[in-house]
């Protein structure tokens, strides 16, 4: 269909009309506990109410300078990205300056990218600020030229306020049960792995004891890889002592060996979170990396989920504060790039593998000591 027909002034809502949309807006959001389902719904009752082409609510993910698609609905066919960089058009021009950008004439907006195959005479973008940062950007399309006057563009920007309150109250939410399930989480972890630490015995060689470890932190903690690395330090090389994965490529890692000094790249310090270094797929070629890396199979993923570069190093520290060898896992079940409080749950876990290295090779070097005494 040629859209550009179809040019001329819309019969703009009345008050009554846009204060009914907002009442629809409100009902909408009330009790409302998935951010997800907040704003579908918000996006179908102005997109439907308004009559526009199109209707986007897209999220800002800061440290990317990314908009990122959560709700969108369109009366054409659309193929093009789901995100967008903060630099492009007008939803970028919004999210940068924090500020409403309206173009009632497309073909006079400096900012305006036009979509392939469309006509859009006028767009209007309003930003989401919470009382933290600048969350993200409203997006309404109109075929007809002067489809948002000042009262329609108040509007949006009261449904973008009630937007952001909305969300912050989610977040909270989401928050509160988060922790509480961290807690519980963190608890049963912690049992299941005094249940191994109460399993493995002195006589246990060092591979067996690896692999032992690797596979149960795989199973309690929800990683699907697990890497554990060795260093050898007579030789200033990491070695992979044991792998815990379905994965082809991690399996044949086992057994690789790898320059100590620049195991963990060039600059590791920029990607340092606690005492623990995460690379994000972005960042993994500036990084230069040297250490094992193998990309699994992941489906496709959200720009705040674990992708398939991810990369995650947890430091093994004796009691005497050496560090052995480093704890390496990808892929979590939860699908989530790890928190400040996910990595400092797996650095507990570090800690004990570390003192059960140590104690299974103090017993080995006392094993052999006492043989080679009585041998003398």
Known sequence: MDTAQHSGTPAHPQAGD???MLQAITTAMAGTTSLDVLLDRTVAVVHHRLSNISTTI?????????LYTRAYLAELPYSGPMSLATTVGMIGAAARSGTTIVANDTTTNPYFVPTPGWHTGAQLCVPIVT????WGVIS???QHGDAYPPAIVSAIEVVAQQLALAIEHINLAEHAREQAFMLDRRAREQEQFLALNSRLHAGMNLDELLQHIADTISTIVGFQSVVINLIDTSNDLVYVAAVATNDPAGIELLGATYPHRSFLGL????????RSYFYPAEAIDSAELIGPTFTPQLDARAPDEWQAEDLLFIPLVSYRDDIIGYLSVDDPQDRRRPTRATIQGLEIYASQVAAAIENTRMFTQLTQAFTDLHAD
């Open 18 to 20: 846009l204060l009914i």
């Open 58 to 66: 897209l999220e800002l993910l800061a440290a990317e300078q990314m």
């Open 131 to 134: 009382s933290r940062s600048i």
């Open 140 to 142: 309404l399309e109109s």
């Open 267 to 274: 600059d590791p310090e920029r990607f340092r979170v606690s």
